[in-house]
């Protein structure tokens, strides 16, 4: 134990060290910044100000979206009548878009996290290899097992790091444009039971927690094909691969019973929350609990297996 | 003497392939061995063997008396190695790279990696980037790595690998250094003769991963030792029948050369007789027989540059 901290302040400099991954925060600023300017320039952001009779405005508005849905047979806007609804009746006046929103529709970036994440996370075995460091790395009285898992733990420790970063960076440009609506405001959402009123830092943490799931697990399997082949172009790849068209091939086999083992049908636990509902239908939280944890533990076994028991031969 | 390393009948197999069939040699304190074969021979896998990155078949290899298998941890704490090329991360400067390496022992200082920079004689470029340092500098940054927490047992292979003959000279020196002042075990690997035999005390041959010989180096410097005579002299053909006929030794022409062996205590005598006869001597080589032969017949002379 005396010296993991050795080995992980090792695999952070060695990280840091690096002109790429810099490079990936500053990619992640420049999203975030520019995210801010298209929605301040594209006026997608409600603008209106909200007075003192925001009773009376919102009447007005909830007229205007029922008229929107006679004309066009649209059912669109009911959420947002809802929503109106429920404010005139709760006396909850409505709030202008402001820095928490922002930080809220950001959770979006997360998936660029993943990205990078996987990349990292590909490299990180892979690039000791291809760079022939590894044999000096492994001549240390420091077991095999002890190296894989500080890596990984440095892996996670990079994706939390940059997570931090998107969250405050979007607070902080958020504030700077839109404003703040004071510490705590809440959230009005359609949710399982209707209606309902949330604290915005409680959506912030849950639609952030649900990004993570996906990124935890594609960073492993990332990681794990990095020690399996040795390779981490190849690891890169197939896990983007698998990131982006795992969700479209789970949908197309959502019919058969069987495609609930398959990992991506697991990943978005949104499903059982607000409004969503299960790809199949006989899946609970539980089951995609317990079917992330087996996929998650399976992959650290393989690594562990390839990196620990394998030769390193000459190459 | 003590027992630095010994390899106890070590087998690799890979696949069903045999690539180390039974070697048994051991390594003295403070001596340096140096382990010779032709490119391929298994000199490579014995080294990563030694150090544990591959897995011994059969056999069992100790380092002071703790087994590479089962005492992994403890007996790698007595080696220091460069295996193959010295290769560090090309984008951290020489003491991040050296930093590196000293976080994953515990004890050693930054006092320390001072103490091994100076050893090494990088102390100008040691903040500098590794990708920009020369391969000279890269093998120096190797041995000084290596040398980071002490070790008994110092492994290198082919540690002038790219050398130009200054940096040769220089890491003669360092590794006779550590062998009689330290006391440190070197065992230097190399597919050339030549470039290890100055700095040995004792070579083991190996070839397709059987060892053929160990032979010591500086003890068969004897006067009774035959040696190979190469003369340049004037009158060749006189000088031919007083060697034959004074000396009584089998002479060979060589091109403008004459070539005798005789034992080393003999030398003077045959330059005096030759002198004697007024005969212009040039030139009069010394070969040391034995190990160069050996290494000629098994390696072939076109290996040896």
């Not at chain 2, 790595?145 to 002038?160: G, N, S």
């Amino acid at each position: 134990m005396r010296n993991l901290l050795g080995l992980l302040k090792n695999e952070q400099m060695k990280l840091y060290s690096r002109w790429s991954t810099w490079s990936m925060y500053i990619i992640l600023f420049v999203l975030i910044v520019g995210s801010a300017l298209i929605l301040l320039w594209a006026d997608s952001v409600d603008e209106t100000t909200y007075g003192d009779d925001w009773e009376q405005q919102l009447t007005q508005e909830n007229e205007e979206y029922r008229e929107l849905n006679q004309e066009g047979d649209f059912f669109g806007f009911d959420s947002e009548i809802q929503k109106n609804e429920y404010r005139i009746e709760n006396d909850i006046p409505p709030l202008s878009y402001d820095a928490w929103q922002f930080t809220l529709d950001n959770a979006s970036l997360s998936t660029m996290i993943s990205l990078f994440t996987i990349i990292v996370a590909a490299g990180i075995i892979a690039n000791e290899f291809r760079w022939g460091t590894i044999k000096l790395l492994l001549i240390r009285p420091n077991s095999r097992t002890k190296i894989l898992y500080t890596k990984f733990l440095s892996v996670l420790f990079f994706s939390v790091t940059m997570l931090l970063f998107l969250v405050a960076t979007s607070f902080i440009i958020g504030a700077i444009i839109f404003g703040i609506n004071g510490w705590n405001p809440s959230l009005i959402q359609v949710g399982a039971d209707g209606v309902e009123e949330v604290a915005i830092f409680t959506e912030i943490i849950t639609q952030y927690g649900f990004n993570v799931v996906n990124l935890v697990m594609m960073t492993t399997f990332a990681f794990m094909i990095s020690t399996l082949f040795r390779n981490s172009t190849m690891a890169i790849g197939l896990a983007i691969f698998l990131m982006f068209t795992g969700n479209i091939a789970v949908e197309v086999v959502a019919k058969y019973d069987w495609a609930k083992y398959i990992l991506f049908a697991n990943t978005d636990l949104s499903q059982y929350f607000g409004s969503g509902s299960p790809i199949v239908e006989s899946m609970t939280l539980g089951f995609s609990i317990t079917v992330l944890i087996i996929y998650f533990v399976l992959f650290l076994f393989i690594s562990w297996l390839s990196f620990s028991k394998r030769d390193v031969a000459g190459n | 003497m003590k027992i630095a390393m010994e390899l106890q009948n070590v087998h690799k197999s890979i696949g069903k392939k045999p690539i180390i069939k039974g070697l048994n040699f051991s390594i003295k304190q403070g001596e340096v061995f140096g382990f010779l074969g032709p490119n391929g021979a298994g000199k490579t896998t014995t080294i990563r063997m030694m150090v544990g990155l591959m897995k011994i078949t059969s056999g069992d290899i100790k380092i002071n008396g703790l087994s590479i298998k089962k005492d992994y941890k403890e007996a790698i704490r007595h080696i220091g190695a460069i295996v193959e090329n010295p290769e560090m991360y090309p984008y951290l400067s020489g003491w991040k790279n050296l930093k590196h390496y000293a976080r994953m022992i515990p004890g050693i200082t930054d006092d320390r990696i001072r103490e091994v920079i100076s050893l090494v004689g990088l102390e100008k470029a040691i903040n500098e980037k590794v990708g920009r340092y020369s391969l000279g500098m890269r093998q120096r940054m190797g041995i000084a790595q290596a040398l980071l927490h002490r070790p008994t047992v110092l492994i290198l292979d082919e540690p002038t690998n790219g050398l130009d003959p200054a940096g040769i000279r220089e890491i003669r020196s360092y590794i006779r250094n550590l062998a009689e002042k330290e006391q440190v075990s070197v065992i230097v690997s190399s597919h050339l003769l030549s470039e290890i035999e100055l700095m040995c005390d004792r070579i083991g041959i190996i070839k397709n991963g059987e060892l053929i010989t160990v032979e010591e180096v500086r003890d068969t410097d004897t006067e009774e030792e035959e040696v190979t005579v190469r003369l340049e002299v004037d009158e060749e053909e006189k000088a031919k029948t007083v060697l034959q006929e004074t000396l009584n030794l089998n002479v060979q022409s060589e091109q403008t050369r004459l070539k005798v062996n005789v034992a080393k205590s003999n030398v003077p005598n045959l330059v005096k007789e030759l002198v004697k006869e007024d005969i212009a001597i040039y030139e009069v080589a010394l070969e040391r027989g034995s190990l160069e032969d050996k290494f000629f017949e098994l390696i072939g002379e076109n290996t040896i540059a």
